[in-house]
């Protein structure tokens, strides 16, 4: 059984949520989205991203006759098939909107979708909203940011080149940005004491990951709580754009 807590918040800056989440204990399913785009393109993009995501794992969960639109790969499991068949539809919904209404060209959305099974967890990252793993007092990052810096110091950059040039927040990918964007599956073991954490930037930009570990190790009464502490810590430094946080532990 699987306890979960999630909470979304505009920010201090943006009049706006462009973030959308699913925390859906029952299908084991949990995702967020940042939106991008101007025109409530951003809006509209996270939400198709999250309702797309949903209807398909839960029709592949219970329809055996349905189609797997891009295929199933046999080197991963079904539930990585499910994430990554479900992420690269969302990405062909977006584009396919944007075609037919001229006021959201352009428009796309990060997502980081994840489904927990008995040990084991399974996600999908598209852009720079994030996976976390909290294990015996140390927080881990699963999920690789799809951004510029991110890319520059897999390249070898230090953190201080990078830390002020003019391309630091761009994203190199994104749903619906690029005719069929590439992503794959990918599978982490866990323990029964982890905690998981997805979050868009709005969360990890302002409070870095040790401003996030120091709010996961201080005492809580339960998930509900310390989700809105992150939420709160964000805002109180700034929040400076929408911020979503879901929180994902397996009850032993």
Same mark, same amino acid.
């Given at each position: 059984? #699987? ?14 949520? !462009?973030?959308? $989440? ?28 999250? /309702? ?15 189609? *797997?639109? @891009?295929?199933?790969? %046999? ?7 499910? #994430?990554?068949?479900?992420? #690269? ?6 584009? +396919?909107?944007? !075609?037919?209404? %001229? !006021? ?13 099974? !008995?040990?084991?967890? *399974?996600? $999908? ?6 996976? @976390? ?12 940011? /799809?951004? *510029? ?18 391309? =630091? +927040?761009?994203?190199? =990918? ?11 599956? +990918?599978?982490? %073991?866990?323990?029964?004491? /982890? ?10 930009? %302002? ?38 946080? $879901? #929180?994902?532990? =397996?009850?032993?």
């Amino acid at each position: 059984m #699987l306890s979960s807590a999630a909470k979304s918040h505009p920010g201090r800056v943006r009049a706006t949520n !462009e973030d959308a $989440v699913i925390a859906d204990d029952g299908l084991a399913l949990f995702a967020v989205a940042d939106g991008l785009g101007g025109h409530q393109g951003g809006e509209v993009a996270s939400r198709i991203t999250i /309702d797309t995501i949903t209807a398909f794992v839960n029709s592949s969960r219970h329809d055996s006759t349905i189609t *797997w639109p @891009y295929g199933f790969d %046999p080197d991963i499991s079904f539930e990585g098939n499910q #994430l990554q068949n479900a992420v #690269l539809l969302a990405d062909r919904q977006i584009r +396919h909107r944007a !075609e037919r209404e %001229p !006021e959201h060209a352009g428009m796309g959305s990060t997502v980081i979708a994840v489904m927990v099974g !008995e040990g084991r967890a *399974w996600f $999908v990252a598209v852009g720079d909203s994030r996976l @976390y793993r909290w294990r015996q007092d140390t927080l881990t990052q699963l999920s690789e940011d /799809d951004t *510029w810096v991110a890319a520059m110091a897999r390249a070898g950059a230090t953190a201080g080149s990078v830390r002020h040039h003019k391309m =630091r +927040h761009m994203l190199t =990918r994104a749903l619906g940005s690029v005719a069929g964007v590439e992503t794959r599956a +990918h599978d982490v %073991p866990l323990d029964a004491a /982890d905690l998981l954490l997805l979050c868009s930037d709005g969360l990890h930009v %302002p409070l870095g990951d040790d401003g996030i570990a120091r709010l996961l190790g201080a005492p809580s009464a339960d998930l509900e709580a310390t989700a809105s502490a992150l939420i709160d810590a964000a805002n109180a430094a700034g929040g400076p754009d929408n911020v979503t946080v $879901v #929180l994902v532990r =397996r009850l032993i």
